[in-house]
């Protein structure tokens, strides 16, 4: 196993132990995925949701602070994650009819179902009616849709106002404070629907600007109660940091990086935080230790007032729970330094490219060749196999101690969250990418479990 980096400033990937162990040591069963289910392979590891979930979790119940954990399954396709935020006692965040089928398939209820989005259809609102799910209301617009769609008979059925913070200036999603009011007096004479609580949700990872929000949904449960309703929660939405490098090694590749370090010549404008100063479990503990107006910490002020802390984490709870594993096609000499490796796959399954920045991770090589051919070392940039020019999955040049060769794989650790299948199709007529969890058996090996069917069939087993 081998690291693509600049030598002098490595992005090496924070890696569970599991994830280290089979890329070490269960490369057979990797080679066989290949052949069975061709490149790329993006490999899911749903207890590392689970872990997530629960770590999460303990930091409310340490403080004492009821909570709800929906998953915000948009992140990423597997089934298999959305599966495990269930099995861990999690619940699911659904903006589409089809999201919201796969976790009625995987055994959800109602009540394990929140839908967030802002752009509901009929179809969407009535399956979500159906089932009792939670609907955040975007809108007195969407408010008005659902009146339409509701059934004579059943409810009455919960329901959160999605809020627009001050903070969030003219985004398009949420209400405004005075609309938010208005849809409350509206409730009150409502019986089909109940009034649950307050929804935000915030571009951005700081803890400060959910602070701010967090007032403001306090002020407006404030005035929801003194309208003679009586909510139950608060719901902060996701946008929970994860952590992919090291905060130190990320902060010293930052200020060491060039332009000259990408083939592009231009240094990207903006980064995903991949180095973080701190991971979800501390940025959730300084939230819930955040003050509030009235001098109560965050913690304090959901307890006094009996409400759950509801959210949605997407990236927080995928984090460590998928790698993507590309296989080699050719290495083309560029000139006497330098190369460019073509892989079977593409920046579509690695797609941080798209948004004209990086992926700020290295990758790892797993050589298939034996260790006395090691190669001398080369610096490549890596694209993948369509006739796009833009189809570049690392701009910024890779350092790789001995020259990978066709048929090596190259692993990208940590695309579970928006990295893996946000962009993918079928350019080329090329198969969609295959998505298989990796369960360890009894004896101690993995085997590969497609995400697609059922546990029983075709599981790679060596
Ligand atoms: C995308 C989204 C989330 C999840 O965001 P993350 O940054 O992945 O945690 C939660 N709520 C809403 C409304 C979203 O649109």
Known sequence: MMLASKQSHPLSPLMRKDIADFLENQQPILREGFERF?????????????????????????????????????????????????????????????????????????????????????????????????????????????????????????????????????????????????????????????????????????????????????????????????????????????RYVDHAAYVAFQEAQTAEDYRTHRLPQSFYPYGGPIDAVEWLRRLLSATMRDGRDVASYFAGENLTLAMEPGRALADQCAVTVLRITRVKALDARSAVIFVEGSSFSACETWFASEFLVDPILLSNQPKALAAAPLRAYLAGHSCLDDDVISNRWLDFPSAPQAGDFLAYVNTGGYQMDLMENQFHRHPMPTRLCVRRTADGLSELIPDQCEETQCSIHL
């Open 38 to 242: 061709g490149s790329p392979l993006h490999l899911l590891w749903p207890e590392a949701l689970k872990d997530n979930l629960r770590s999460l979790r303990t930091v409310l119940n340490a403080q004492n602070v009821a909570s709800k954990i929906y998953y915000g399954v948009k992140v990423n396709k597997s089934l298999g994650l959305m599966g495990a935020a269930l099995g861990a006692s999690g619940g699911l965040d659904v903006s589409s009819l089809y999201e919201l089928q796969d976790a009625l398939h995987l055994g959800a209820e109602g009540r394990d179902i929140v839908a967030t989005g802002p752009a509901k259809t009929p179809a969407f609102h009535q399956a979500l009616l159906a089932c009792n799910a939670l609907i955040s209301i975007d809108s007195v617009e969407e408010f008005d849709d659902l009146l339409r769609q509701l059934p004579t008979e059943g409810g009455p059925h919960p329901v959160l106002l999605r809020l627009r913070p001050g903070n969030q200036g003219q985004s398009r999603f949420g209400m405004g404070l005075d609309d938010a009011i208005h849809c409350l007096k509206r409730l009150v004479d409502m019986p089909a629907l109940r009034f649950e609580g307050v929804h935000f949700h915030l571009g951005g990872y700081s803890v400060e600007t959910r602070v701010e929000a967090l007032q403001e949904a306090a002020d407006l449960i404030a005035i929801a109660r003194g309208l003679g309703l009586s909510p139950r929660l608060i719901d902060i939405g996701g946008g929970l940091p994860a």
